[in-house]
């Protein structure tokens, strides 16, 4: 299983969880930015997860 798969199905939950994958160490900057925009985007969900993997 991926690392992005076990994250997703085993770790993260709840309201506001989501998932963004690097797929490799140049666009880490990118998915971060992309996260933070997403996180931005649900500020009245009252709590939310965020994992970022470099894969």
Request: aromatic share 8%; net charge positive; no cysteine.
């Amino acid at each position: 299983m991926r690392p992005d798969e076990y994250h997703r199905d085993s770790v993260i939950g709840g309201p506001g969880a989501f998932l963004v994958v690097a797929e490799e160490f140049k666009s880490f900057g990118v998915a971060v930015r992309s996260s933070l925009l997403v996180m931005a985007a649900v500020i009245t969900v009252k709590s939310s997860k965020v994992v970022v993997i470099l894969g």
